[in-house]
């Protein structure tokens, strides 16, 4: 096998043809798995509550959302980008996490019927890296 084809996990000697990057790098899937939920666990324990959290970890969240849940449509959905540029009111607890997002942001200067936004509340539990849609308003 090349080089070029090998998991970047040391040690690691997968067969594997398909293999995801992080970080740049390499990894077979449970490699990857590995190493994104262990980076994502970490800055989440490592988020002081009283504070907005990590960019980095904003965009873990978001990135494991993506690559995990399935969207349909007239279901309640986040993307990457919500998570990272469009979510506030950050809360943690013990467990999990409380945000909200604004889905559809509208340039309001378009006036009827786009003057509206929709925020959402969601809650992502570190232990079983899940996530909830607790809400919906139209403001
Ligand atoms: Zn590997």
Same mark, same amino acid.
């Given at each position: 096998?090349?080089?070029?084809?090998l998991?970047?996990n040391?040690?690691? #000697?997968?067969?594997?043809?398909s293999?995801r990057?992080?970080?740049?790098?390499?990894?077979?899937?449970?490699h990857?798995?590995?190493i994104?939920s262990a980076e994502?666990i970490s800055l989440?324990e490592?988020?002081v509550? %009283?504070?907005e959290?990590?960019?980095?970890l904003?965009?873990?969240i978001?990135?494991?959302?993506? $690559? #995990?849940? %399935?969207?349909?449509?007239?279901?309640?959905?986040? %993307?990457?980008?919500i998570?990272?540029?469009r979510s506030?009111?950050?809360?943690?607890?013990?467990?999990?996490a409380?945000?909200s997002?604004?889905r559809n942001p509208?340039?309001?200067?378009?006036?009827?019927p786009?003057?509206f936004?929709?925020?959402?509340?969601w809650?992502f539990c570190i232990?079983g890296?899940?996530f %909830?849609?607790l809400s $919906?308003?139209r403001?």
């Open positions: 096998m090349k080089e070029s084809f998991c970047k040391p040690g690691c #000697n997968s067969q594997e043809l293999f990057l992080y970080d740049g790098q390499q990894f077979c899937n449970d990857y798995k590995e994104f994502l989440f490592g988020w509550e %009283t504070t959290p990590p960019d980095r904003k965009y873990l978001g990135r494991f959302y993506s $690559e #995990n849940e %399935t969207a349909f449509i007239g279901k309640p959905s986040l %993307t990457k980008a998570v990272q540029k506030y009111g950050w809360k943690k607890g013990k467990d999990c409380v945000f997002v604004v509208v340039d309001k200067r378009l006036g009827y786009y003057c936004e929709d925020h959402q509340t809650s232990s890296l899940t %909830t849609f $919906e308003e403001k």
